[in-house]
């Protein structure tokens, strides 16, 4: 979420300092997903996974013991799940190419749940971010850990950030809509304002619509299909610049593609499929695309 703000909304991004974290590697196998959730909804409340990333408070029985009240309190099973079930289907690969603003990963030489190897190995995709290493014991930031180091990288990217940047690419979900008539125009243009996006006029597309949220982007498609099934719908995302009232970017020439080769059902980029958590089923095309397979569940809020 922290690598997408930062790409979406560089202007509201002075610098990002990741601490203990690497961009992970998603998977679409659905009993290995099954297989992990089970592992760690079984253990939720005993203090084991908690423990993991506190090993300084698990040695002693006590401190397990409120390990285990640490992780009742914190999450219910059902919403561990959740999370969880999320966080190995989103690639946060697809991001790093529109992330510029300042970047400094701090980790810990021996942390316990992410090895320093590994995140080490990733940095050559942020070649313009700094790796910094530090002491600790535990993967948690309140644990056992060199938090002077840690604060004084913070600072550094405070002191040092350009507040007053200027940026012309940002990271943005794009929705092009083809096949619109006045009679359903109203009706389009509606969900996208309703559902926080900014409708843009350019040659060769009916209506193009940019989102912030990639979540949301693919929410309002799914509504917008049911305005009319004669609707072409496109969702794509990636750089592009407001110029003029009128969106620019290659993401735009995808969203346009994509909505040329819908039918009757809103189609996603693949991109679109590994940054967002939205609540809709997605289907997957020979030609690695997604279509929307129906819409937005009853009561169901778009975050992004």
Same mark, same amino acid.
């Given at each position: ?122 940095? #050559?995709?942020? #070649? ?29 990217? +405070? ?54 949220? #990639? ?19 496109? +969702? ?13 970017? #290659? ?16 189609? +996603? ?36």
């Amino acid at each position: 979420m922290s690598l997408y703000f930062a790409a979406a909304h560089p202007d509201r991004v002075a610098g990002l300092l990741a601490y203990g974290s690497t961009v992970p590697t998603c998977t679409e196998d659905p009993e290995l997903i099954e297989q992990w959730l089970t592992f760690v909804v079984s253990g939720h409340g005993t203090g084991y996974i908690a423990g993991s990333l506190w090993p300084s408070m698990a040695q002693t029985e006590e401190g397990l013991r409120w390990l285990a009240r640490f992780e009742r309190y914190a999450v219910s099973p059902a919403m561990l799940r959740s999370i969880i079930g999320t966080t190995v289907v989103l690639d946060p690969n697809w991001v790093l190419p529109a992330l510029r603003v300042p970047t400094t990963f701090v980790h810990g030489k021996q942390d316990p749940a992410l090895p320093y190897e590994d995140v080490e190995a990733f940095m #050559p995709s942020l #070649p313009g971010a700094r790796f910094v290493a530090i002491d600790v014991v535990d993967h948690v930031p309140w644990g056992d850990i060199d938090l002077e180091a840690l604060v004084g990288e913070l600072e550094t990217l +405070v002191d040092e950030g350009d507040w007053r940047a200027e940026t012309t690419y940002v990271l943005t979900a794009v929705l092009v809509v083809a096949s619109v008539t006045p009679s359903n125009r109203a009706g389009i243009e509606h969900w996208v304002t309703t559902m926080g996006g900014d409708v843009a006029t350019i040659d060769g597309a009916d209506l193009v619509a940019a989102f912030r949220g #990639p979540s949301t982007a693919v929410q309002c498609a799914a509504m917008v299909q049911s305005v009319s099934t004669d609707l072409r719908i496109g +969702v794509a995302v990636g750089e592009a610049r407001w110029v003029s009232g009128r969106l620019e970017g #290659p993401v735009v020439t995808e969203a346009i593609r994509l909505a040329a080769s819908a039918d009757g059902r809103a189609v +996603v980029s693949s991109a679109v499929r590994h940054v967002t958590a939205a609540e809709v089923d997605l289907v997957e095309r020979p030609d690695g695309s997604f279509q929307v397979a129906g819409p937005v569940p009853a009561g169901t809020v778009a975050v992004s």
